[in-house]
């Protein structure tokens, strides 16, 4: 899932109002930010397989340290603990650590049965819905559109950067996210994922960051 996640993020503003944006896209994103380091590092494995399903070719050999729904607690209780460090926020600390465990429970819909419940174990699951493509698109649409709804009516633009930033986000994730269904098939290759998505998700953060900065609540 890709929309969907962000969706979440847009969403969880209204639930913690004093955290930024773009920090609720790292905790959404977290586990997939993490993801491609451990590719090229060696720890995790992925390989192309175009047709493995109908939305996309990511064949997911082994992510056990960022994907499994153990992992996802760990790393939500690490992250919202870190917020909470920083900026004495309980509030928005568990809201953090709820986004970073969503996660597993968006990629449970999409993914085929390769999510694993622990790293010391081989049971996977997975509900499939990337084999199903206008289902998949619906879904994850939905959820966008309505958690940027719920961002877009409980914040309004202190000024034009405000407002024109927020859609420029808007347009980018949409592209994003078409092309990656709908576009060419992704090179088979650990560091060009580690590159592409290193770049995308800093662009996409400090959008967020820089839209959420130039909006107040209403």
Not at 12 to 34: E, H
Request: include cysteine; hydrophobic fraction near 50%; proline fraction near 5%.
């Amino acid at each position: 899932m890709f929309l969907g996640h962000f969706g979440l993020s847009f969403a969880a503003k209204k639930a913690a109002p004093k955290v930024s944006l773009g920090t609720l896209f790292i905790a959404t994103q977290f586990v997939d930010i993490l993801w491609p380091a451990l590719l090229v590092l060696h720890v995790e494995k992925v390989t192309i397989t175009p047709g493995y399903t109908k939305t996309n070719p990511y064949d997911f050999l082994y992510y056990p340290y960022t994907h499994s729904l153990f992992m996802g607690v760990a790393w939500g209780l690490l992250l919202g603990g870190i917020y909470w460090l920083f900026k004495r926020d309980k509030q928005g600390a568990i809201i953090v650590g709820l986004c970073v465990l969503s996660h597993w429970f968006l990629d449970l819909i999409v993914h085929a049965a390769d999510l694993p419940l622990t790293p010391f174990g081989d049971y996977k699951v997975g509900l499939g819905l990337w084999n199903y493509v206008a289902l998949t698109q619906i879904l994850e649409t939905a959820i966008f559109l309505a958690g940027l709804y719920i961002y877009s009516t409980f914040t309004k633009a202190k000024n034009r950067t405000g407002r024109w930033m927020l859609w420029v986000l808007v347009g980018l994730l949409l592209l994003l996210h078409f092309s990656s269904t709908f576009g060419p098939t992704p090179p088979n290759s650990a560091m060009a994922v580690f590159v592409s998505s290193t770049i995308l998700m800093a662009i996409l953060i400090s959008l967020a960051y820089w839209a959420d900065r130039n909006r107040i609540l209403r």
